[in-house]
């Protein structure tokens, strides 16, 4: 059946709305990238110690860089310095911390959940406890804040092979 001048100019009129509104959607992930991108930047700037230059200064420190991005081995270098300062500020973040996981016996208020998730814990709504990596000392005292119990995992965490290999030396 053929479509009126009318039906076609309205469908083809919808269509264009869908494509504007794909569009926008397009244009907003972008901005919101962009945006992301930006705030990571300059966070890093304030984490290497650069926000306290003045503006010039830190600019001309940028400029100096602008360069570098073409020169491969260079790229590298930085990498691999920026690299090893995170994972030595990691090491450094979780030294002396372990896995735990909390229990509670009922369901837990919104600040409770709140200082749980503050302190590096998750919920397992598969497992119904909390979990995550901290001091011992420390989860235990906020799990007894809140009514719950704390629970180290370390013994669970050594695979079934190396148990194997470790059980002739325990009977020497």
């Not at 590096?120 to 235990?140: C, I, N, P, T």
Request: proline residues 3%.
């Amino acid at each position: 059946m053929a479509r009126t001048l009318s039906e076609r100019l309205r469908a083809h009129e919808q269509q264009k709305a869908r494509l504007a509104e794909a569009e926008a959607k397009i244009k907003l992930a972008e901005r919101k990238a962009r945006t992301r991108r930006l705030v990571e930047a300059g966070a890093l700037v304030e984490k290497c110690g650069l926000l306290e230059l003045d503006s010039n200064a830190l600019y001309g420190a940028l400029l100096s860089l602008r360069d570098g991005p073409d020169d491969k081995a260079q790229v590298e270098k930085w990498a691999a310095l920026g690299g090893r300062a995170f994972a030595r500020e990691a090491r450094a973040r979780d030294e002396g911390k372990e896995p735990v996981l909390l229990t509670f016996s009922a369901a837990l208020a919104k600040d409770a959940t709140a200082a749980l998730r503050a302190a590096g814990f998750r919920y397992s709504k598969v497992m119904q406890h909390w979990e995550g990596l901290a001091r011992f000392e420390d989860a235990d005292t906020l799990a007894k804040a809140h009514g719950g119990t704390a629970r180290r995992l370390n013994a669970t965490l050594v695979p079934p092979a190396a148990e194997a290999e470790e059980a002739p030396e325990a009977a020497e």
